[in-house]
């Protein structure tokens, strides 16, 4: 029942308290000059958009289990996951906040019109963001990293595998299956897609207009990004395009594509 706060009925009290509106698109939270802890802490004191278990809504949910990370290791979100995954699986270029002597590498974020017509996105939570000269203190759970197609693959893979990737266990076949499970019934979607923990999950093949196979799973990102990981295919498909915001159809054209090239399909 958590949202991002942008919905009409919560928006202003949101705002109140440096959320919804005044975090950007509503999730943006990397010009926020403290822990993510405190910024959750504050959401504690607004209402949810709906009774929980009653709709799937998508919102600061993964923002709480950020703080609830940091709250049960005793660290920060950014140093549990450096040394819990992205060192040991060698995801060398994939961070909170860009390195300044990395800075050239970050490229520029465009925005589409309703006429989808190219410009730079403006500076500030809505555009460039502040992934190199922001304040560095919030690690948000649920929106944040800037990463590598190469290194994104590697997360991908890794899931794939069922929690391995080049002899380095990160999680056991068991989580990744509970966690590409459907754990939602039809709250997500009654027409044959599901949603697991952290995935949406394809239940019925052509369910979401795709060529996926059955029981693929994947998000996307805010400046439009996808993923998939099919594990009847063993494939995993990474797209990353900077827009926010994003009107192109590329990012729907790609996996299909992809699968039209496929001349060999397992069973």
């Known amino acids: ?16 308290k440096g959320l919804g509106p005044a975090a950007g698109w509503g999730w943006y939270s990397a010009d926020k000059d403290e822990p993510v802890c405190s910024t959750m802490e504050r959401l504690a004191s607004l209402p949810f958009l709906r009774q929980p278990g009653e709709a799937w809504v998508y919102g600061y949910n993964t923002d ?26 060698r995801m060398n270029d994939t961070y909170f906040f860009v390195p300044p002597a990395q800075r050239d590498r970050l490229v520029t974020v465009y925005a ?13 939570a809505k555009g460039q963001g502040h992934y190199v000269e922001g304040p560095r203190r919030s690690f948000s759970g649920g929106a944040g990293l800037v990463s590598t197609a190469r290194d994104y693959a590697r997360l991908l893979q890794m899931l794939l595998n069922g929690g391995e990737l080049d002899g380095v266990g990160i999680l056991s076949p068991q989580t990744v ?13 009654a027409e044959g897609e599901g949603f697991g923990l952290g995935f949406s999950i394809l239940q019925r093949l052509g369910a979401d207009n795709s060529l996926f196979s059955v029981g693929s799973f994947g998000w996307g990102g ?18 990353m395009l900077n827009q926010l915001p994003n009107r192109s159809d590329v990012g729907a054209k790609f996996p299909t594509l992809v699968y039209q090239a496929l001349t060999t399909l397992r069973n």
């Open 1 to 16: 029942g958590i949202s991002y706060g942008t919905d009409s009925a919560l928006a202003m009290r949101y705002q109140e």
């Open 64 to 89: 709480i289990l950020g703080c609830v990370v940091e709250r049960a290791s005793g660290v920060s979100l950014d140093e549990f996951i450096r040394t819990r995954i992205t060192r040991p699986l």
């Open 112 to 124: 589409s019109d309703s006429a989808n017509r190219i410009a730079r996105a403006p500076n500030g």
């Open 177 to 189: 299956a509970l966690m590409t499970t459907n754990q939602t019934g039809t709250l997500y979607s």
């Open 222 to 239: 805010a400046y439009g990004s996808q993923y998939r990981i099919d594990p009847k295919q063993g494939i995993v498909l990474v797209f």
